[in-house]
């Protein structure tokens, strides 16, 4: 009988734990290694297009999400600066008929929440936090991998290593030395505020999106439609190139505000309607060679 294959992941955020359910079902042994001491239930608003959403029913996620994800009824499009109707696509059952899985929005946090009790139920998988990857080798067959936690220099040995470690991966600085990413020239702001601060059109079951100049602002319900998820994409510069922390760089709201100035008052309503802001650079990385070497 062949041994079961042991497969090394590097992070535990959507992508690592996403993809340590999937390698457990194919039947490998799974070692998630996450630099984080903790996993900080954080961020805000994601959506989910079906490609992920199918995946994540497949892995029995969706139904852990049953109440805490809404499935917007349709795209609706409007034009920053007059607030017309530039487009609407269906979404909600048509999405499911058409794509054969739902389009759905949800809190990053309720995402990884919902994958981590997975993950924990999955007796083939073992997630090893504070334990940060700093290298990595071909060893005969296996990859090696080093790591540093509060017990010191280590190594670990797998048949394969997946680098999902996020945007400042450092599985893709070792692999591809030439790949890093680089800074956009646009910033996200994001909001979440109480559905009742916000204006009546931002409380319906669908996601809006507002084009406008050198600007795009995209909002939703969630979490039951409790809340509206407020995002505000625009060109600009990165101020606080040091910032580690970025997912809570806050963002001051005359900032913003005067950004919008000119927008239609539908989308300056729910911009003024925000006072906690928080703000995000966007980086851009060029597409890898090949996804995979041995
Ligand atoms: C705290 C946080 C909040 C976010 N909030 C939002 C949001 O509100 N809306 C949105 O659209 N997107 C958000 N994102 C981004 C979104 O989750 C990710 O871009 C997307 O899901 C891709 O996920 P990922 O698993 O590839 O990477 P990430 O989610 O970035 O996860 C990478 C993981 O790898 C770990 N890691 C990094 N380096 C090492 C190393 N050397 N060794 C071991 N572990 C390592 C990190 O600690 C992290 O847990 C957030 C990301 C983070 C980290």
Redesign the pocket.
Known sequence: MSETRHALI???????LAAALTLARAGLRVTI????AE?VE?????QLSPNASGLLDRLGILRRLDGLALYPERLRVRSGTTGSDLMSMPLGRAAQTRWGAPTLVAH?ADLQSALLAAVSENMNITLRKG???TGLAQDGPLVRVETLSDAGISAICGDLLVG???????VRAILYRKHTPVFSGRVAW?ALIPAEQAPAFARQPETGLWLGPRAHLVHYPLRQASEVNIIAIVEDQWRDAKTHDF?SARGLSHEIGERFDDWHRDARRLIEGVSDWRRWPLFDCEPLPRWSCA
Do not use: K, Y
């Not at 290694?33 to 984080?36: G, R, S, T």
């Not at 954080?42 to 994601?46: E, M, P, S």
């Not at 999902?164 to 450092?170: I, V």
């Open positions: 590097a992070g535990a955020g959507i992508g690592g290694l996450e630099q984080a996993l954080t961020g805000a608003g994601l990053r334990v940060q990857i999902a470690d996020g945007l400042h991966s450092r994001r997912w």
